[in-house]
């Protein structure tokens, strides 16, 4: 048994019995992890108002040998999410940010910079940032963390620049000029791309005031969802329940 | 063909918020009570499973269809209170702070877990709508309930002279189900426009 400390997001809250919630968080040093608290369906529970969809949290734990589920000893909450969890939007958005994360990270290995992602991604829409331009560069970074999508640079085959379209091959590991890129992959439109080499260089805040179009999100996002579909072999649900959802209203 | 004692266990590890651990407490306790007790509990579960069922319109657990408070001509027609689960509608009826009928969405939207508006019993509780000036949306204060309801919202508004929710005054994260009579009259009772 160990007892460990860290700043974490909270990924996930599930009921647990009649008491109990099972809790997904992030953490820098330990990763992404799944432990028990306590006592944390009842109402006047010190947990419940802490344990909330991407609230940012001071977490104590309890690692416990050759168990799946660590034990949550304590939650102070650090920073409240409900600034954009009071929308339709918001409430989709963070989910599938969530699930974005517990699909990339396995659990127990650190993710420094996937935390840094998240927590950044959280402060912006926090900071009013826009759901569509937040979770698109979201997505980019979290690719490009996991190591298939890469950002825009002269075409690897022949070296010409890419200004004007490219193509995703490879299951989204290159992009190559489209002379080069064949038949196959994904056409990536120069908004796009534009969107891409932004997204290199600049911190999300700063992205706004790049004024990517409607069109040019929509196509990053048509990207990073077919690279993403190929990389996990499968679609996220809450990616799946957000289209329908919005769809529908 | 495992052992009784072993399908006992897998029967009951296969309930809700029970783990294997529980269930096999459940099974040695059930192996040490009377044989009519044993009895008593599987004829009482055999019986739920042949005689109830969810009401035609509004999905409540009954026994007759309609059921008694669809059936009821003294309860308030104008207004729907619309719960998540069967098991919502008795904590908001002890509360005495709703007379009108009830609609059971059979769950709550859920993206981590991919339930969509597909999954719910949404399309019955748009063929209600005649002569409806209310409705109340009672489901979870959690993300799941807080989505339903937002969802919702969207939907009926053109179609509903008030959509209202539960004034809960705590953040996401709660549940009805664990919120104390008190509170959920006060709850009911403040009810806001959404
Ligand atoms: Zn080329
Ligand atoms: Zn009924």
């Known amino acids: 048994m160990r007892f460990r400390r860290a700043e974490a997001l909270i990924l996930d809250v599930q009921p647990l019995g009649d008491a109990d919630r099972i809790v997904a968080f992030l953490t820098r040093e330990a990763g992404s992890l799944r432990g028990v608290a306590r006592g944390a369906r009842r109402r006047y529970s010190r947990h419940a108002g802490q344990l909330q969809l991407l609230s940012k949290v001071d977490l104590q734990w309890l690692e416990r040998e050759g168990r799946e589920l660590a034990r949550v000893t304590s939650v102070e909450l650090l920073r409240p999410a409900d600034g954009f969890l009071g929308t339709l939007e918001g409430l989709l958005t963070a989910s599938y940010l969530a699930e974005s994360v517990r699909a990339f990270a396995p659990e127990g290995e650190p993710q420094e910079l996937l935390y840094r992602l998240l927590d950044t991604t959280v402060e912006a829409l926090l900071a009013g940032t826009g759901p569509g331009l937040a979770t698109r560069y979201f997505e980019v970074w979290l690719l490009r963390l996991a190591g298939v999508f890469p950002f825009p640079s002269p075409c690897p085959v022949c070296g010409a620049e890419l200004a004007g379209g490219a193509r995703l091959v490879g299951g989204g590991e290159s992009l190559v000029c489209a002379a080069c890129g064949g038949p196959g992959g994904e056409t990536v439109p120069p908004e796009a791309l534009r969107f891409l080499a932004a997204a290199a260089r600049l911190p999300l805040p700063r992205m706004a005031a790049e004024g990517f179009t409607a069109a040019a999100l929509a196509a990053v996002e048509r990207l990073a969802t077919a690279v993403r579909r190929h990389f996990l072999q499968q679609e996220l649900r809450s990616y799946q329940v957000m289209a329908r959802t919005l769809q529908g209203a | ?194």
């Open chain 2, 1 to 194: 063909m495992s052992d009784p004692l072993s399908r006992l266990v897998g029967e009951l590890a296969r309930l809700p918020g029970i783990g294997p651990k529980t269930a096999g407490r459940l099974a040695h306790h059930l192996l040490r009570v009377p044989e009519a007790q044993a009895r008593e509990l599987a004829a009482a579960i055999v019986e739920v499973k042949e005689k109830l069922f969810h009401c035609s319109r509004c999905n409540a657990i009954t026994a007759v269809d309609p059921c008694r408070f669809c059936a009821d001509e003294g309860r308030d027609r104008t207004r729907i209170c619309v719960v998540e689960e069967p098991f919502n509608i008795q904590p908001i009826e002890r509360t005495g702070e709703f007379r009108g009928l009830y609609h059971v969405l059979l769950g709550a939207l859920s993206p981590q877990r991919g339930i969509g508006p597909d999954e719910l019993a949404i399309p019955q509780l748009l063929a209600r709508l005649d002569g409806v000036e209310e409705v109340v949306l009672a489901t979870n204060p959690n993300v799941e309930g807080e989505a339903t309801a937002l969802y919702l919202a969207r939907l009926l508004r053109p179609r509903v002279a008030h959509v209202t929710r539960l004034a809960f005054g705590m953040p996401v994260g709660g549940d009805i189900e664990f919120t104390d009579e008190v509170t959920l009259a006060r709850s009911l009772a403040g009810r806001r426009e959404l």
